[in-house]
């Protein structure tokens, strides 16, 4: 804020007549003015406000000088930010969320603009972004799962878990997905922590969702669910799994829930590995040995790990009534079929084994990926972050210091000077634009919401509804 002088002149001690402060009152504006206007302001879009997007903006904040500064504008397609911090984290992992903290200071910061319920390709197009724009930083992760290829996937009741995480967590795009859980087994296929995510929120007792964030709809599912018994499948051996031993480590604590995992197979990975075997593996066995030591109890309800059984087929007419595999071994140090199968009766598998990125159109893809080197997109001035840029892999924290090497690189390639250039909300002057005050709003209504009932945040899974609670 900057005084008059007028305003300055009631503040002077010495009386609004002295012509020396009379002088510096009208100059020091004026040269704090021209100091200003010498910082050197580059536009900055990030598409995408989940944490790749945040960290990329953090990084950019933190690279700003005295002399240069980034006016950042963060677009997202959905009318609410955070990414996978919403839409993705298992209900169940309230901690994990607390990152939103550090995303709202980010954005609460000075130079930052949330432009949330605008979507690349229809409302903006990418050539608008690399014309008003001084770079562009491609945040949109990697939202289509990975498809088995076998016959009978697109059976009912065969989904994949890009489909059905988002369902339980109120992404609006999947508030009807068809999800069948009349059936007593669920099988999970993948060794990762989506799987074991997915596998979890199947083999929970519905009632401990009550605390937590997960769709209302899902939980009304869930609790008319007949599912009792969750297999979880994996191609190769415990010691080859995915998974994170953190996560690994929660299982054996769960209240309502049987965790079954084979004696013997974890034994045999542990006499397979050697002394020289990596940290996470030797930690994973670790927690797996504590899994098979816990005594089984009398719940209704169980999470089994296979392991060694690579999905062949799925079976039913209108809809799933079991699943093929087929039976693996080590050989030699490698993965081999022996031949033989193993069919399990159940009407729900869900896939979890990766993840690849939706194309933008404008922007060069390759194997699931934007393609880039080091996050750059050729020699433009787009770059790309998080899952967009090095594929599904890594936890929310890993993209911090991706992004932050991302946008040294971009810092380091930026012109001398920033471009004149129109600003963006030209183009969305029809559009109900979800802005950082309206965010706030909907955020605020939906944590009240929650409170009444006990929970961190009480979501809506429908955009007008959204929209309305941001006051649009
Ligand atoms: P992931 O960790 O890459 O695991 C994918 C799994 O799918 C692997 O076990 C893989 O087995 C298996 N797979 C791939 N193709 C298959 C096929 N055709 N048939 C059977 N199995 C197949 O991927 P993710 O679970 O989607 O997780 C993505 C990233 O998000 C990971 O970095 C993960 O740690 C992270 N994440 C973290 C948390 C958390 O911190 N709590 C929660 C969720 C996700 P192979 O190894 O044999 O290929």
Known sequence: MRLTANEVGELNPLGGSNPLVSALITVVPLVIERLEELVLTFRIAIVGAGPAGYFAALALQNSATDERNFAIDMIERLPTPWGLVRSGVAPDHPKIKTVSK?????????????????????????????????????????????????????????????????????????????????????????????????????????????????????????????????????????????????????????????????????????????????????????????ITQKEPTSHARTLEFEFFLTPLEIHGSDRVTEIVLGINKIENGTIVATGEMKTIKCGLVVSAIGYSAEPIMGVPYAKGKVENVEGRVGETNIYTVGWAKRGPSGVIGTNKSDASDVIKLLVENLPNSPKEKDDIEDL?????????????????????????????????????????????
């Open 102 to 290: 550090v995303f709202e200071k980010i954005a609460t910061a000075e130079n930052f603009r949330l432009f949330s319920n605008v979507e690349l390709g229809s409302d903006v197009a990418m050539s608008d972004l690399v014309e008003r724009y001084d770079a562009v930083v491609i945040a949109t992760g990697s939202s289509l799962g990975r498809k088995l290829g076998i016959p009978g996937e697109d059976l009912r009741g065969s989904l994949s878990a890009a489909d059905f995480v988002p369902w339980y967590n109120a992404h609006p795009d999947f508030a009807n997905l068809d999800v069948p859980l009349d059936t007593d087994t669920a099988v999970v296929i993948g060794a990762g922590n989506v799987a074991m995510d997915v596998a979890r929120m199947l083999a929970l007792d519905p009632t401990e969702f009550d605390p937590t964030d997960t769709a209302d709809h899902a939980i009304v599912a869930f609790k008319k669910s007949s599912v009792r018994r969750v297999i979880l499948c994996a191609r190769r051996g415990p010691e080859h799994a995915a998974f994170t031993s953190p996560e690994l480590r929660e299982l054996p604590k769960l209240e309502h829930t049987n965790v079954l995992m084979s004696k013997d197979e974890v034994s045999a990975a542990l006499s397979r590995i050697g002394d020289d075997a990596e940290k996470d593996v030797k930690n994973n066995l670790g927690a797996m040995e504590l």
């Open 428 to 472: 969305l002057y029809d559009k109900k634009v979800v802005s950082q005050s309206h965010w706030e709003k909907i955020n605020a209504a939906e944590v009240l919401a929650g409170e009444f009932h006990g929970k961190p945040r009480n979501k809506s899974a429908n955009v007008e509804e959204l929209l309305r609670l941001g006051g649009l």
